[in-house]
T-cell receptor, first 111, second 114 residues
Framework: AQSVTQLGSHVSVSEGALVLLRCNYS??????LFWYVQYPNQGLQLLLK??????LVKGINGFEAEFKKSETSFHLTKPSAHMSDAAEYFC?????????FGKGNQVVVIP | NAGVTQTPKFRVLKTGQSMTLLCAQD?????MYWYRQDPGMGLRLIHY???????AKGEVPDGYNVSRLKKQNFLLGLESAAPSQTSVYFC?????????????FGSGTRLTVV
């Protein structure tokens, strides 16, 4: 079955510094990949998705992710962290009828 | 607004009580899902449905039952609640081309079993 791995449950980043969240996937077929964000006490919001149209995907709030088949990775980046980026981020892989999530990264932004 | 609506938003149950969580979507999606979210565990699939009248087990189905009598509704039942079922429950829906169009999530139900 398809799966994703996110390392490092808690990630601390200084305000203005690069945000990098790593996601590696396992899939026997070309995957559809997603990044979701969850703010405290809220539901899931789609940040961006990879659907094979382009390997570099731009999402909301200045985030982007690059699909690298050779590395089976779909890492999420943002050049400059803002205090409002403090949230939990989930990588997910999709196949017909199923969506599997990683365990998430809790991002803390340090002033 | 179109989307996925979950009721209730909050609930406290005593051990052994039963309850039903309701998920309703108005996008005519074929597929519907129930997930639970626990700290450090991400979201885990409980049950899902690929169409009206169908249900299937997900990753963590024990202690839960589901029904999809109408296409727009997906019910999650707890027959005898246990403290281990304290969690945040999310419902989602999608179309068969779900990999491309993505999933729509409800805002969640926070359940505490005491």
């Amino acid at each position: 079955a398809q799966s994703v791995t996110q390392l490092g449950s808690h990630v601390s980043v200084s305000e203005g510094a690069l945000v990098l969240l790593r996601c590696n996937y396992s899939s026997s077929v070309p995957p559809y990949l997603f990044w979701y964000v969850q703010y405290p006490n809220q539901g899931l919001q789609l940040l961006l998705k990879y659907t094979s149209a382009a390997t570099l995907v731009k999402g909301i709030n200045g985030f982007e992710a690059e699909f690298k088949k050779s590395e089976t990775s779909f890492h999420l980046t943002k050049p400059s962290a803002h205090m409002s980026d403090a949230a939990e981020y989930f990588c997910a892989v999709s196949w017909p009828g199923r969506l599997a999530f990683g365990k998430g990264n809790q991002v803390v932004v340090i002033p | 607004n179109a989307g996925v609506t979950q009721t209730p938003k909050f609930r406290v149950l005593k051990t052994g009580q039963s309850m039903t969580l309701l998920c309703a979507q108005d996008m005519n999606h074929e597929y519907m899902y129930w997930y639970r979210q626990d700290p450090g565990m991400g979201l885990r699939l409980i049950h899902y449905s690929v169409g009206e009248g169908t249900t299937a087990k997900g990753e963590v189905p024990d202690g839960y039952n589901v029904s999809r009598l109408k296409k727009q509704n997906f019910l999650l039942g707890l027959e005898s609640a246990a403290p281990s079922q304290t969690s945040v429950y999310f419902c989602a829906s999608s179309q068969p081309e779900d990999g491309y169009y993505g999933y729509t999530f409800g805002s969640g139900t926070r359940l505490t079993v005491v």
